[in-house]
């Protein structure tokens, strides 16, 4: 899940990517300044964005603001000192799902943010699920009908992000954005050779990866011949 980091201490937003990368393999982009962050989020598509208030350039108030007079629905996480209860209601009133002060423990936003796109996205469960293929987010596993499915750490990031866009095409370049990756080898051929091979260990799960011209790939049902 790719996430929108706009926060203005260099050594919190470090340490955060770290965590959350660590932890529940998030991709966390980082922006120090509103104005920046305004403009990414006009551009780009992030599953959530953790928010402090207290920005340069452009203050988290109104940029919150700004983003949702254009109807951006994007799962939005205020992180701030700002703690009193009048600043908390503003702000959920304001267009932010949710408020976490400082300090806090990462697992707890950790948590926090995938309740947020899990309902973002319609989830009632910490758990995705396509036929009967499912992904454990808390454990970061794949299963088909109970059992294991065997996936090297490429193939286990870019079948993360298809079920996470199941139904949804999505493109090559949309899916190296969401990887996790420290493999500087990773590239939009590499995608397409990740795919090959998650199609074949697909084969007869009753799922199945579809190329939508023009639009890029989209995991989905198998339809019966």
């Known amino acids: 899940m790719r996430i929108l980091l706009i926060e203005d201490e260099a050594e919190l937003a470090r340490w955060l990517s770290?965590?959350?990368a660590r932890h529940a393999g998030f991709v966390v982009e980082w922006a120090d300044d509103g104005l920046v962050a305004e403009r990414r989020l006009a551009i780009e598509?992030?599953?959530?964005?953790?928010?402090?208030l207290g920005l340069p350039g452009m203050d988290g108030h109104t940029l919150l603001a700004k983003i949702r007079a254009r109807d951006d629905r994007t799962p939005v996480l205020?992180?701030?000192?700002?703690?009193?209860?009048?600043?908390?209601?503003?702000?959920?009133?304001?267009?932010?799902?949710?408020?976490?002060?400082?300090?806090?423990?990462?697992?707890?936003?950790?948590?926090?943010?995938?309740a947020l796109?899990?309902?973002?996205?319609?989830?009632?469960?910490?758990?995705?699920?396509?036929?009967?293929?499912?992904?454990?987010?808390?454990?970061?596993?794949?299963?088909?009908?109970?059992?294991?499915?065997?996936l090297s750490p490429r193939e286990h990031s870019v079948l993360r992000v298809l079920i996470q866009k199941s139904g949804e095409p999505?493109?090559?370049q949309q899916i190296l954005d969401r990887i996790l990756t420290d493999d500087a080898d990773i590239n939009l051929e590499a995608i397409e050779v990740l795919v090959h091979r998650l199609r074949k260990k697909l084969a007869d799960t009753g799922v199945q990866i579809v190329t939508m011209r023009g639009?890029?790939?989209?995991?989905?049902?198998a339809v019966d011949n």
């Open 78 to 114: 205020v992180l701030t000192a700002r703690d009193s209860l009048a600043e908390k209601i503003g702000t959920l009133h304001q267009g932010a799902d949710d408020f976490l002060p400082k300090p806090f423990v990462v697992e707890e936003l950790e948590a926090r943010l995938i």
């Open 215 to 221: 639009m890029g790939y989209c995991l989905e049902n």
């Open 117 to 150: 796109i899990r309902r973002s996205r319609g989830r009632e469960h910490p758990r995705l699920t396509l036929g009967n293929l499912v992904f454990e987010t808390a454990a970061q596993k794949f299963t088909v009908n109970g059992q294991p499915l065997q």
């Open 45 to 52: 598509e992030f599953d959530a964005v953790i928010l402090d």
């Open 170 to 172: 999505i493109n090559k």
């Open 18 to 20: 770290r965590s959350l």
